[in-house]
């Protein structure tokens, strides 16, 4: 309808017709799979066979499973482990090539190569790096730091650890991004005010530019952690479908994997430990809230 201006009335839900297409995959894709991982959860269903509703015995189950503690385990050292790491190191690397000097174009290239490669590659890479004779091993044993190689791949403490190192390592360039868009909104004057009063590298460092980026790590903590509770691949290719020397480097998707897959795969319980699961990451993200919150305050 045409207003005496030329202007044209719209009628209230004419914005939401553009969110339809969106909000339809949201439901499609996540919402509904969201909600039937729910209701499996709640049956003995298996791959072959459709289940019948056993309330919260898969729960129960998991609980008393001593495989699922270990796995808990594994993902809560793995994220407490890696999460600090990714927070750090990204930023100190995003210090190191923030600066404008010849050639700094090529090293922010090469810090996110990694990113960029596939997860399936760079595990197998540094599958030859770890394996007993593999080239850091090799180096270890002619600088004669040991004496026999060590078993990186063979060891479900070192297997777990390995994997860490990984994960760190595809994540620098990652997150180092994340701090140079954080580092670009700092005002050259702070560093300048700082450096008159007498301050040196490391004090500007402390009491500037980590204080002026600490939402973002704050975003970083929260992302690294989520993606460290859900880690499967680098476990998987550096230890076997077994997750290490008896299952002992499994992680809670890993246990997934191994408890709904097959032909005699129970889908109810590995849904039931894919719950547990999100509740898990549930409490770190709203940790991670809780303290942007309390940083904002």
Do not use: C
């Amino acid at each position: 309808m045409e207003t005496e201006h030329g202007l044209v009335h719209r009628r209230w839900w004419t914005p939401y017709l553009f969110l339809l297409p969106g909000l339809a995959m949201v439901l499609t894709f996540s919402f509904w799979p969201f909600v039937n991982t729910v209701i499996l959860s709640l049956t003995d269903a298996q791959i072959l066979r459709g289940g019948t509703f056993v309330g919260f015995d898969n729960y129960l189950r998991a609980l008393d499973d001593p495989a699922f503690w270990t796995a808990v385990l594994n993902s809560v050292l793995y994220t407490v482990v890696v999460v600090p790491a990714l927070v750090l190191l990204p930023l100190a690397l995003a210090v190191l090539v923030e600066r404008k000097i010849p050639g700094i174009g090529f090293f922010r290239s090469a810090f996110y190569t990694p990113v960029i490669a596939s997860a399936v590659v760079v595990g197998l890479m540094w599958q030859w790096l770890l394996r007993s004779d593999g080239l850091i091993n090799t180096v270890l044993g002619r600088v004669r730091i040991v004496s026999e190689p060590l078993p990186f791949l063979t060891d479900g403490t070192l297997l777990l650890f390995s994997a860490m190192i990984v994960t760190v390592w595809k994540g620098l360039g990652y997150y180092m991004v994340f701090y140079l868009a954080a580092l670009g909104n700092v005002p050259p004057s702070l560093h300048e005010a700082a450096a008159i009063d007498g301050a040196g590298v490391l004090r500007r460092f402390l009491h500037v530019t980590i204080p002026s980026v600490k939402p973002m790590m704050l975003l970083v903590g929260t992302l690294s952690a989520i993606s460290a509770l859900r880690v499967f691949t680098e476990v998987y290719i550096l230890g076997g479908e077994s997750g290490g020397p008896g299952g002992e480097s499994r992680t809670l998707p890993f246990l997934v994997r191994e408890v709904g897959l097959g032909f005699a795969g129970e889908t109810g319980y590995a849904a039931a430990i894919s719950i547990l699961l999100f509740l898990l990451t549930l409490v770190f993200s709203l940790l991670g809230h809780r303290l942007s919150k309390g940083d904002e305050r």
